[in-house]
């Protein structure tokens, strides 16, 4: 079971911190991602962390403002998200599935993913 949190209203600018919560597995299981789906709009990637913890992903519109990272002591992984933009507003979900690798470049595409948290909104105003 894969629970997000901490989500929220925000000023453009602002920041918040995700939190993804395993239990029943450890993080040691696979990949743990960060999707968001904003209305009127397929669902997006935006980063993901290796089931090693040492390979991390970030979509381009987030690369440089969002950070990935993991307690495993907590079980749980973390999405710092800075420098938050009005495009940033979504509902973001957790989710853990399989470690992709293509040569040494790293990924987590939705139809690798297992278990689904359901999501916490995320609301960034202007």
């Known amino acids: 079971q894969l629970q997000a949190s901490g989500g929220g209203l925000v000023q453009a600018g602002g920041s918040l911190r995700l939190s993804c919560a395993a239990s029943?597995?450890?993080?040691?299981?696979?990949?743990i991602g960060w999707f968001r789906q904003a209305p009127g709009k397929e669902r997006e990637g935006v980063s993901c962390?290796?089931?090693?913890?040492?390979?991390?992903y970030y979509s381009d519109s987030v690369k440089g403002r969002f950070t990935i990272s993991r307690d495993t002591a907590k079980n749980t992984v973390y999405l710092q998200m800075n420098s938050l933009k009005p495009e940033d507003t979504a509902v973001y979900y957790c989710?853990?599935?399989?470690?992709?690798?293509?040569?040494?470049?790293?990924?987590?595409?939705?139809?690798?993913?297992?278990?689904w948290g359901k999501g916490t909104q995320v609301t960034v105003s202007s």
């Open positions: 029943g597995f450890n993080l040691d299981y696979g990949a």
């Open positions: 989710a853990a599935g399989v470690d992709y690798y293509s040569g040494s470049y790293y990924f987590c595409p939705y139809y690798g993913m297992d278990y």
């Open positions: 962390i290796s089931s090693s913890g040492l390979s991390t």
